[in-house]
């Protein structure tokens, strides 16, 4: 799967590139931090935001969407999905707070999906 201009252009397009890379650890909010359910938990400071996407429903504006492609400071790589509107689930759990905190570092998308063995993510 090659990357061409306009091809992430859907949600599901991004996750199923990160798949095929190998970078679809997901970090969730938990009360310890943001955590990809290999044991260990991140603070903000732990981590970069490398490139977001930006996702709005065709049909309701309130289907809307963020991912945030994430790096830890151990190499891992990963993503954290923000719904927002009406399908949001990180009402009181502190996640706004968390992801504002963490550093950004836009990166481009032949950079972050290279197959170069540096942006691999590290096995645990």
Same mark, same amino acid.
């Given at each position: 799967m090659s990357i !061409? #201009? =306009?091809e992430m252009t859907t949600l599901s397009a991004v996750?199923?590139?990160? @798949? +095929?890379?190998? @970078?679809?650890?997901e970090f969730r909010m938990t009360p310890e931090?943001?955590? !990809?359910?290999? =044991?260990?938990?991140? !603070? #903000? %400071?732990?981590?970069?935001i490398i490139? !977001?996407?930006r996702f709005e429903g065709d049909s309701d504006p309130s289907d809307s969407s963020i991912i945030y492609l994430i790096e830890a400071d151990n190499g891992l790589i990963g993503y954290s999905l923000d719904a927002y509107g009406a399908?949001?689930?990180? %009402?009181?759990?502190g996640y706004d707070d968390f992801i504002r905190k963490i550093q950004m570092e836009e990166r481009? %998308?032949? +950079? +972050?999906? %290279?197959?170069?063995p540096e942006n691999l993510a590290p096995v645990h």
């Open positions: !061409t #201009p =306009g996750l199923e590139k990160l @798949r +095929i890379k190998k @970078r679809d650890n931090g943001f955590g !990809t359910g290999n =044991g260990k938990y991140y !603070t #903000p %400071e732990q981590l970069k490139k !977001t996407y399908y949001s689930d990180h %009402e009181d759990d481009d %998308e032949q +950079i +972050i999906f %290279e197959d170069k």
